[in-house]
């Protein structure tokens, strides 16, 4: 039962009550406005703020004080390789969240990434902007284009799944559950499409950076490519452990 779910529930006792003690009075309309009003408002957030877990089981945190890396919308024909080099060097292991049409044209990237000990995820095949807002059967050719995609370059799409932009509604659900998909969240956002400036985008994730965080990089842009070394060696610095490749497989447990 998803916090969606109780939602309804709450939404349709209240108006049974409601209609029963207050019928035909004027209060009716203004409990039941409130009780709308209610729903709408827990509806919203559920779907502005996927950490809360609102349609569906979202990861955004580990339960121990390792650090996780993700990287969402590659692989990128420069950056990623980049990107795998500084993570190699340091003994990182970390998350890709993959556009299927992306990996498509760079199946020789993904193939490195997992012979480093990294592990992909499912980011759709196209990344449309209005993922959440596509119907039941283009959310599903989606995340099945993306998966099919890697099974034909030989390559197991694993079982996570990141929905672009990180929206979730009933439809997407719905599709997780019938794909079997393991929904993986963030708990720090490094806005590093929003900061293209580096010592901001560095200052910002060397800030925020705490044990347990499950961060959110895009290893298309150059911003990101850039501070990565920096970033790592600052936060090792002050304590911050960083997954290894050796610790991916159970991560999550
Ligand atoms: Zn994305």
Not at 70 to 96: M, S, V
Not at 98 to 103: F, M, P, T
Not at 138 to 146: D, P, R
Not at 185 to 194: A, E, I, Q, T
């Given at each position: ?7 309804i ?5 209240n ?18 406005g409130?009780?709308s ?9 559920g779907?502005?703020?996927p ?6 089981t979202?990861?955004?945190?580990l339960?121990n ?99 672009p932009i ?15 998909k ?27 950076i705490k044990?347990?965080d ?14 990565l ?25």
């Amino acid at each position: 039962m998803t916090r969606h779910h109780l939602n309804i529930i709450g939404f349709i006792i209240n108006c049974t009550w409601i209609s029963i003690f207050f019928s035909g009075t004027p209060m009716m309309w203004i409990l039941m406005g409130i009780a709308s009003l209610l729903f709408l408002v827990f509806l919203s957030l559920g779907i502005l703020l996927p950490n809360r877990n609102y349609f569906l089981t979202n990861t955004t945190r580990l339960k121990n004080t390792k650090v996780l890396l993700t990287f969402d919308d590659g692989p990128h024909e420069h950056l990623t390789p980049q990107i795998l080099k500084t993570l190699k060097r340091h003994n990182i292991g970390a998350i890709f969240f993959v556009i299927g049409k992306q990996a498509e044209e760079h199946p020789e990237i993904i193939r490195q990434l997992l012979a480093d000990g990294h592990l992909i995820g499912n980011h759709t095949q196209n990344h449309p902007i209005m993922f959440a807002a596509l119907r039941q059967d283009s959310v599903e050719k989606e995340i099945g284009l993306c998966d099919n995609m890697l099974i034909a370059q030989n390559i197991h799409p694993g079982t996570y799944f990141r929905p672009p932009i990180g929206y979730t509604n009933p439809r997407i659900a719905r599709a997780v559950k019938k794909f079997r998909k393991q929904v993986i969240g963030w708990s720090l956002r490094s806005f590093d499409s929003v900061l293209k400036e580096e010592s901001k985008l560095l200052e910002r994730v060397s800030s925020k950076i705490k044990p347990g965080d499950i961060v959110l990089f895009h290893d298309n842009l150059p911003q990101t490519e850039a501070i990565l070394d920096r970033f790592i060696v600052q936060a090792t610095k002050n304590g911050i452990k960083f997954a290894e490749p050796n610790h991916l497989k159970t991560i999550f447990k």
